[in-house]
C-alpha cells in the first residue's frame, strides 16, 4: 500500500528553535504540497512543487519558513525561528495522476 | 479565487441518513474532492465528481452541480465509526493545488 511518510509524528519544540519535518512521498508522484491545520484556520496550503521545482509558496511565511525538495523521495519544511503561533498539524501530500494522498502528520507543538 | 462554504457541525443518528452540503465558488473548475477525516489523523480521499450527478459508493455517495456550484455528500446507514470531520475541496490552478474548506464535524450518536 503506498504510502506518504512524514517525521516526526510529534515535535515539541521551545521558541525561537529550528524545526524541520520531513515527507517523503509516492514514488512516482510529481507533485507535493505542505498544508497547515489548526482549529481556527482549517487545511491551509502553505507551499507545493512539482517535479521537484516550487511553484507556489505564497501561503507561507516568508520570514521564518522554508520548502525544499532536494530530491524526488524527500520534500522538508523548515522553520526558523519557531513560534508559539506555528503550533499546528503539518500535512505533506502527493498527488499523481489518481489523486491526492495524505501523510500522517507532523504536530508541532512549539512552548 | 476560491470560495468553499460547508456547515460547521452536524449531529445525526445512528442508521440514519446524513447529508453534507458544500458550495462553491472558483475561477475555473476542474472537479470536486470529499475527504474524510477522523480526530488526529490525517484526511482520506472519499469521492472525486467532475460531472454533473450522483456517485455512489457504497454507504456514501457525492452530488455534484456545476451550474450551481453545489456538492452534497450523502452518509446512509450511519454508524458511530463516521463522526469524523468531512472537507470539500477543489483544484485551482493551473497545477490543481487543492484548496480545502473548513470542514464539517459530524458527530453520529447511538
Known amino acids: 500500500d503506498a504510502r506518504v511518510t512524514q517525521t516526526p509524528r510529534h515535535k515539541v519544540t521551545e521558541m525561537g528553535q529550528e524545526v524541520t519535518m520531513r515527507c517523503q512521498p509516492i514514488?512516482?508522484?510529481?507533485?507535493v504540497f505542505w498544508y497547515r491545520q489548526t482549529m481556527m484556520q482549517g487545511l491551509e496550503l502553505l507551499a507545493y512543487?512539482?517535479?521537484?521545482?516550487?511553484?507556489?509558496d505564497s501561503g507561507m511565511p516568508k520570514d521564518r519558513f522554508s520548502a525544499e525538495m532536494p530530491d524526488a523521495t524527500l520534500a522538508t519544511l523548515k522553520i526558523q525561528p519557531s513560534e508559539p503561533r506555528d503550533s499546528a498539524v503539518y500535512f505533506c501530500?502527493?498527488?499523481?495522476?489518481?489523486?491526492?494522498?495524505f501523510g500522517s502528520g507532523t504536530r508541532l507543538t512549539v512552548v | 479565487g476560491q470560495n468553499i462554504d460547508q456547515p460547521t457541525e452536524m449531529t445525526a443518528t445512528e442508521g440514519a441518513i446524513v447529508q453534507i452540503n458544500c458550495t462553491y465558488q472558483?475561477?475555473?473548475?476542474?472537479?470536486l474532492f470529499w475527504y474524510q477525516q477522523h480526530a488526529g489523523e490525517a484526511p482520506t480521499f472519499l469521492s472525486y465528481?467532475?460531472?454533473?450527478g450522483l456517485e455512489e459508493k457504497g454507504r456514501f455517495s457525492s452530488f455534484l452541480s456545476r451550474s450551481k456550484g453545489y456538492s452534497y455528500l450523502l452518509l446512509k446507514e450511519l454508524q458511530m465509526k463516521d463522526s469524523a470531520s468531512y472537507l470539500c475541496?477543489?483544484?485551482?490552478?493551473?497545477?490543481?493545488?487543492?484548496?480545502f474548506g473548513a470542514g464539517t464535524r459530524l458527530a453520529v450518536h447511538p
Open positions: 472558483t475561477s475555473g473548475f476542474n472537479g
Open positions: 501530500a502527493s498527488s499523481g495522476l489518481y489523486g491526492y494522498t
Open positions: 512543487f512539482r517535479n521537484r521545482a516550487p511553484l507556489d
Open positions: 465528481n467532475v460531472l454533473d
Open positions: 514514488l512516482g508522484h510529481n507533485t
Open positions: 475541496a477543489v483544484p485551482s490552478g493551473g497545477y490543481n493545488k487543492l484548496i
